[in-house]
């Protein structure tokens, strides 16, 4: 079952059925991904143009390369960092901002790095993948935030050293090769499959672990609202697919969701 696509508003029935939907669940979890952020000017790394057809993936994203050559990190990270930094929330992130106000939305796991949900006022964000907002000593696990980061590494300019004793700052992105943070994984599952409905934004469901968050919830009895660009492999899954940018559709589900509870 599915809704329009492109840059067409989802259809009345669909709006309507997502929004009852919502009503009708007690616990509901989002899970997003790259498409979310898309829309505010963060290119997907995998997409043409994206950051890995820049920089091979094997040479500066994964932890072995990091411990070796610390330096390559900081050169794509002066790319990088002013492209988060300088994007900003998009309706779609605020739509699940305001999910939870509502009492809705009991948190958004996230696949992105971008800080963008806590931006638009999520307060129960669990980031997968990490951030690039925080970074720690590879010694002696002293925390240094965003600004600190820039100062130590001039920019991106050259290697992040802590001040203390020397040791390599490593940025709190997961790289490949690394894990995920077990207790953010663990806490993921276990909301995954305790709600009674997923909405998953903007998420190609190809990344393992979180491609197989939707499967717990369905597994458990849940329903899957699903609002992506284009179809994935898991689309048998869902009981509503939404084919169209997430800035455009969820917000209409959000009012819709506020008129049937007379919230104006």
Same mark, same amino acid.
């Given at each position: 079952?599915?809704?329009?696509?492109?840059?067409?508003?989802?259809?009345?029935? +669909?709006?309507?059925?997502?929004?009852? @939907?919502?009503?009708?669940? #007690?616990?509901?979890?989002?899970?997003?991904?790259?498409?979310? +952020?898309?829309?505010?000017?963060?290119?997907?790394?995998?997409?043409?143009?994206?950051?890995?057809?820049?920089?091979?993936?094997?040479?500066?994203?994964?932890?072995?390369?990091? *411990?070796?050559?610390?330096?390559?990190?900081?050169? @794509?990270? $002066?790319?990088?960092?002013? !492209?988060?930094?300088?994007?900003?929330?998009?309706?779609?992130?605020?739509?699940?901002?305001?999910?939870? $106000?509502?009492?809705?939305?009991?948190?958004?796991?996230?696949?992105?790095?971008?800080?963008?949900?806590? &931006?638009?006022?999520? !307060?129960?964000?669990?980031?997968?993948?990490? !951030?690039?907002?925080?970074?720690?000593? @590879?010694?002696?696990?002293? *925390? /240094?935030?965003?600004?600190?980061?820039?100062?130590?590494?001039?920019?991106?300019?050259?290697?992040?050293?802590?001040?203390?004793?020397?040791? *390599?700052?490593? =940025?709190? *992105?997961? /790289? /490949?090769?690394?894990?995920?943070?077990?207790?953010?994984?663990?806490?993921?599952?276990?909301?995954?499959?305790? +709600?009674?409905?997923?909405?998953?934004?903007?998420?190609?469901?190809?990344?393992?672990?979180?491609?197989?968050?939707?499967?717990?919830?369905? &597994?458990?009895?849940?329903?899957?609202?699903?609002?992506?660009?284009?179809?994935?492999?898991?689309?048998?899954?869902?009981?509503?697919?939404?084919?169209? &940018?997430?800035?455009?559709?969820? =917000?209409?589900?959000?009012?819709?969701?506020?008129?049937?509870?007379? #919230?104006?």
């Amino acid at each position: 079952m599915s809704c329009s696509a492109g840059d067409v508003m989802v259809d009345e029935d +669909s709006v309507r059925r997502a929004a009852q @939907m919502i009503l009708d669940s #007690v616990q509901v979890v989002a899970l997003t991904g790259a498409g979310i +952020s898309t829309e505010s000017g963060i290119p997907d790394f995998r997409s043409p143009g994206g950051l890995w057809t820049k920089y091979d993936p094997l040479l500066y994203g994964t932890y072995e390369s990091f *411990v070796n050559h610390p330096e390559r990190f900081w050169e @794509m990270a $002066r790319e990088l960092n002013p !492209t988060l930094e300088n994007a900003e929330p998009n309706p779609a992130h605020y739509a699940l901002a305001e999910l939870e $106000r509502l009492g809705k939305c009991r948190a958004v796991i996230t696949q992105n790095i971008d800080h963008l949900h806590q &931006r638009a006022g999520s !307060t129960q964000v669990l980031e997968l993948h990490g !951030t690039h907002r925080t970074g720690h000593c @590879m010694r002696c696990n002293r *925390v /240094f935030g965003l600004e600190e980061l820039k100062e130590l590494s001039d920019h991106g300019n050259r290697v992040a050293y802590c001040p203390d004793d020397g040791a *390599v700052i490593k =940025p709190d *992105v997961v /790289f /490949f090769g690394e894990p995920l943070d077990s207790r953010v994984l663990a806490r993921a599952a276990e909301l995954a499959s305790t +709600s009674d409905l997923m909405l998953v934004v903007g998420c190609s469901l190809e990344v393992y672990p979180a491609a197989a968050l939707p499967e717990y919830t369905k &597994r458990n009895g849940g329903r899957l609202i699903f609002f992506n660009t284009v179809s994935t492999y898991q689309d048998h899954l869902a009981d509503l697919i939404c084919l169209g &940018r997430a800035g455009q559709n969820l =917000p209409a589900v959000v009012e819709a969701y506020k008129k049937l509870v007379g #919230v104006f």
